[in-house]
Nanobody, 126 residues
Framework: QVQLVESGGGQVQAGGSLRLSCAAS????????MAWFRQAPGKEREFVAAITWSGVNTYYADSVKGRFTISRDNAKNTVYLQMNSLKAEDAAVYYC???????????????????WGQGTRVTVSS
């Protein structure tokens, strides 16, 4: 069993930055791919970014490419999402998730993720 706790959300002005963290307990994350998803009110949950267990490969949604960076520190059992140049459309609840499949060669879908955090809300004001 893995427990995930996101933090770092909050309110920021458009153009600003936030850094989300996802801390895991219960099991080491070192062998798992990790992903961030988000869900805005009235919309479906969507993929944001993913990182392989080694950190060598990363994947991004087109809407965040060049602005967001996913990273991980396996020693701290933590995954991060650095979000820069935030836009109003980035406002959502952000969730981190574990993909326990060793290798996909592509980012996971939400159905393919095994464990989820409770989410952290990001609000972007214009």
């Amino acid at each position: 069993q893995v427990q995930l706790v996101e933090s770092g959300g909050g309110q920021v002005q458009a153009g600003g930055s936030l850094r989300l963290s996802c801390a895991a307990s219960g099991r080491a994350l070192a062998m798992y791919a990790m992903a961030w998803f988000r869900q805005a009110p009235g919309k479906e949950r969507e993929f944001v970014a993913a990182i392989t267990w080694s950190g060598v490969n990363t994947y991004y949604a087109d809407s965040v490419k060049g602005r967001f960076t996913i990273s991980r520190d396996n020693a701290k059992n933590t995954v991060y999402l650095q979000m820069n140049s935030l836009k109003a459309e980035d406002a959502a609840v952000y969730y981190c998730a574990v993909d326990s499949t060793m290798y996909r060669g592509r980012p996971p879908t939400s159905n393919e993720c095994d464990y989820w955090g409770q989410g952290t809300r990001v609000t972007v004001s214009s």
